[in-house]
């Protein structure tokens, strides 16, 4: 839902609909969005997934104008679990954050998000990148 939010953020106003049922690594429930413009609304089912876990087949609808379609590919893709993270526990990396952050890796698939990175700063603050692409997360510089 974090990709899904920061699709609508940036391209909202170009989004006339959208709606998808998505298959979550290492979650029985399928995940349900559905939207008009920035309003959205999406949350785990409580309808389980009737096959097995590489069975299950994502669904995504966009309506709109103006759409960055390659981006949009990519950004799905990413969320597809079919290869390794190019990250492991202990990494660091720099997390985006509206700006790039030094940080490091602290959990994989964490409540469906590729990452969880603790920040380098005084609050050691946690945030999440859910998707394994470097518009949220690349190796140190």
């Not at 959208?18 to 413009?37: H, N, S, W």
């Not at 409540?111 to 969880?116: L, P, S």
């Amino acid at each position: 839902s974090k990709w899904i939010g920061r699709l609508i953020q940036e391209d909202g106003a170009n989004l006339y609909r959208y709606k998808g049922i998505l298959a979550i690594k290492g979650v029985d429930e399928k995940f349900i969005f559905q939207g008009v413009g920035m309003l959205f609304n999406g949350n785990i089912s409580d309808m389980k997934w009737g096959v097995p876990e590489g069975e299950r087949e994502n669904i995504f609808v966009f309506i709109g104008k103006n759409l960055d379609h390659e981006w949009l590919k990519e950004c799905f893709k990413a969320c597809l679990v079919t290869k390794e993270l190019r990250f492991k526990v202990g990494d660091k990396v720099q997390a985006n954050i509206g700006e790039y952050t030094d940080g490091t890796i602290i959990e994989l698939w964490d409540d469906g998000n590729a990452y969880r990175i603790e920040l380098d700063d005084d609050e050691k603050t946690n945030v999440y990148a859910p998707i394994d692409v470097n518009s949220y997360v690349r190796p140190r510089k």
